[in-house]
């Protein structure tokens, strides 16, 4: 959990129909990636722990007899469950919960992923009870972006405004970065190496996987975007909402005569930890 912040349930509020459109996908091999690493033929269970849209969940699911997504979000389960249904998967569960609620008997499981969402936990309490719930020899795979400055060079279209972006929420939202109801002095946590071991880890193995494609983007792609990030997600603009998204979207406007911003997708970045194959459960 960020240092002297509160979790509240509106960290995402307002966010999650913007961002399937907004973020910018995985590397489309991560799925093989996973497969071979972890050896996965369909038996066991994943748990997908801050699921949000089920961006992970879904592509992950045929390969394990079931999966489970959990968040706390209840429109984020919404457009995972609709996610799911699109995708024709048939054998996800969605949960709606904290991580710190878990393992709310939900069992055990092969793998438990997160995808972005570790730093917004309390990830010592987490961290141990995954090592609980998962199967001996289990893997805790943590999923990201590799986060590089975006750059345009030799694109067809220039790349996305993101310093004037971060400059206009600023002015709506004030100079230190928001996070729900607080504010995050110190950013994210990031680091979790020595509470993994604490918790009885092995590891990491890291893989990363080469994206190597081109975004276009369109302007509602960006604004999309920036309201699918907890510090500029809908709710903190309260009743200034429109005047910013007018601001925002004449931003864009000017960043680019055809409305539209090339991008390089980020690679993405896998570590994988091991629980030891003999585990004890009753250890704190
Ligand atoms: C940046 S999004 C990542 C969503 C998805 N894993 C992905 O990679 O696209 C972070 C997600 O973590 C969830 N989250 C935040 N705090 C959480 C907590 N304490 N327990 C479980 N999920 C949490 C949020 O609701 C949000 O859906």
Sequence with gaps: MPDGWEWDESLFAGSAPHYERGRLPYAAGFVDALRQALDLNGSGRLIDV???????????????????GVDPDRAMLEAARRRGVRAGIGNVRWVRARAE???AGLGAFRVAVFAQSFHWMDREQVAR??????????????????????????????????????ELVRHY?????????????????GGEAALLVQAGFGGPELLRVRADRVLRRTIDDVAAWVYSR?????HLFGQRLAEFDDDLRSLLDEASDEGRFSERAPDTEIFIWRR???VDRRQP
């Design 173 to 189: 939202l004030g100079p230190v970065r928001r996070a729900g109801q607080g504010v995050l002095e110190h950013g994210t946590p």
């Design 101 to 103: 609620e878990l393992p």
């Design 50 to 68: 801050g699921c949000g849209p089920g961006t992970v969940t879904v592509p992950l699911a045929p390969m394990f007899v079931e999966a489970v």
């Design 129 to 166: 009870t995954i090592s609980r719930m998962l199967d001996p020899g289990g893997a805790f795979v943590h999923i990201s972006d590799v986060k590089e400055p975006s750059s345009s060079g030799g694109l067809a279209h220039p790349a996305p405004p993101v310093d004037a972006l971060r």
């Design 230 to 234: 907890s510090d500029s997600a809908p």
């Design 276 to 278: 030891p194959a003999t």
